[in-house]
Antibody, heavy 118, light 107 residues
């Protein structure tokens, strides 16, 4: 069974960098597409980007140059970095897997709430 | 970006009712539309992919239809475990986007 687990700080100060890890078991991150999605207070969901089985990446243009998704295949983990955060980045962050680049997200982590506050 | 508009925002139903949830896209997205259920304090769960394709392990009372700009998620005979939020998501044009959700609540 594919399982994903997010981890990282729950509180980040404004202007700092948000860093999260997604640990994957039951599958290899060298197959499929590995995504980051966030849910804001009030239920709005935003797609952030992916890293593919080959290591290629896509980022939502709304995040401009603030986002980076990387991976460590030896640990079967992938990572999210979001720079220069503001209070608007307060959200629950999810990692999720899709079989195809345009497929639905069949597997999700449990989500981690990150609050941006001084 | 493609905007997905879900309606109604809230749907109050009695267990045993059959319901239809709507998702409308701001431009044609072919059949690249997926449906999710999210209960409080849980992660979203994929219910239907590519507008009408069923997902293993999802009860057969959930079905999807539509193409182009208009899509529907139908639940035949709602059960108490079905109450929660429902979201649609498009994968036709980058960036992928989600609808604002429909809350299915007990009347």
């Amino acid at each position: 069974e594919v399982q994903l687990q997010e981890s990282g700080p729950s509180l980040v100060k404004p202007s700092q960098t948000l860093s999260l890890t997604c640990s994957v078991t039951g599958d290899s991150i060298t197959s499929g597409y590995w995504n980051w999605i966030r849910k804001f207070p009030g239920n709005k969901l935003e797609y952030m980007g992916y890293i593919s089985y080959s290591g290629s990446t896509y980022y939502n243009p709304s995040l401009k140059s603030r986002i980076s998704i990387t991976r460590d295949t030896s640990k079967n983990q992938y990572y999210l970095q979001l720079n220069s955060v503001t209070t608007e980045d307060t959200a629950t962050y999810y990692c999720a897997r899709s079989d195809d680049y345009d497929g639905g997200f069949a597997y999700w982590g449990q989500g981690t709430l990150v609050t941006v506050s001084a | 970006d493609i905007v997905l508009t879900q309606s109604p925002a809230t749907l109050s139903v009695t267990p045993g009712d059959s319901v239809s949830l709507s998702c409308r896209a701001s431009q044609s997205i072919s059949n690249n539309l997926h449906w999710y259920q999210q209960k409080s304090h849980e992660s979203p769960r994929l219910l239907i992919k590519y507008a009408s394709q069923s997902i293993s392990g999802i009860p057969s009372r959930f079905s999807g239809s539509g193409s182009g700009t208009d899509f529907t998620l139908s639940i035949n005979s709602v059960e108490t475990e079905d109450f929660g939020m429902y979201f649609c998501q498009q994968s036709n044009s980058w960036p992928w986007t989600f609808g604002g959700g429909t809350k299915l609540e007990i009347k």
